[in-house]
Structures are given as C-alpha cells and as structure tokens.
C-alpha cells in the first residue's frame, strides 16, 4: 500500500508563493496523482492532477495559471508549486493517489495523505 506525506504548508502573505511536496512510500505504483483542498466550510475540492508515467497534467479553473504540478520519480515526490497566492487559497492542502484515470473526482482516488495547511493573508 501507498502512503503519502505532505509537507510545505504554512503562513503567506497574498501574492507570494509556497511549494508543496508529497513524499510517496510503499508498494511501487504507476498511476495518477492529485492535490486536493478543502477550506472551512466548504467541500474538498481537486486542484491539479498529474499522470505519474506521461506526465499529462489538468488543473481546476480557479488556479487560472498560478499553480503547477510536478512529480520527481526519483524521489517519489509531487509537487505543487502556488503563486499569486490569495486568501481564498487558504485551505488543507491533501495529496491523493491511485486513481486509474486523469480526473478530478476525488472518489476515484483510494489513497490520501494526512494534509499540510496553508494559510494565505492580506
């Protein structure tokens, strides 16, 4: 089994930026992996997904070009690159795995790290 481990979150100020990292552990897998974030209040929401062997990326209307995914297979690590970072980006931050299919849909992703939080004030 998979497990992932966020880090990275933290404290920012609106308009700077922030990289998170997700460290990946356990049976080898060869899939699709994701970021999603869920603020107070509000349901979980996916913001980018990546095709761990093509690379292939989507990401959610509202990055709007302020973020990007990335995965190193050497460190068995994705990555979320934030900037222009705004107050309504404050969130849990969580990575997700396992998915068979490029997709935001967070029921199709079996395996979830525990979150890094990321708080962004004006």
């Known amino acids: 089994q998979v497990q992932l481990v966020e880090s990275g979150g933290g404290l920012v100020q609106a308009g700077g930026s922030l990289r998170l990292s997700c460290a990946a552990s356990?049976?080898?897998?060869?899939?699709?992996m994701a970021w999603f974030r869920q603020a107070p209040g509000k349901e979980r929401e996916c913001v980018a997904a990546?095709?761990?062997?093509?690379?292939?990326?989507i990401y959610a209307d509202f990055v709007e070009g302020r973020f990007a995914i990335s995965r190193d297979p050497a460190k068995n690590t994705m990555y979320l690159e934030m900037n222009s970072l705004k107050p309504e980006d404050t969130a849990v931050y969580y990575c997700?795995?396992?998915?068979?299919?490029?997709?935001?849909?967070?029921?199709?992703?079996?395996?979830w790290g525990q979150g890094t939080q990321v708080t962004v004030f004006s």
């Open positions: 997700a795995a396992g998915s068979t299919a490029l997709t935001r849909m967070q029921n199709s992703y079996p395996t």
């Open positions: 356990g049976r080898t897998f060869r899939n699709i």
């Open positions: 990546i095709n761990w062997g093509s690379n292939t990326r």
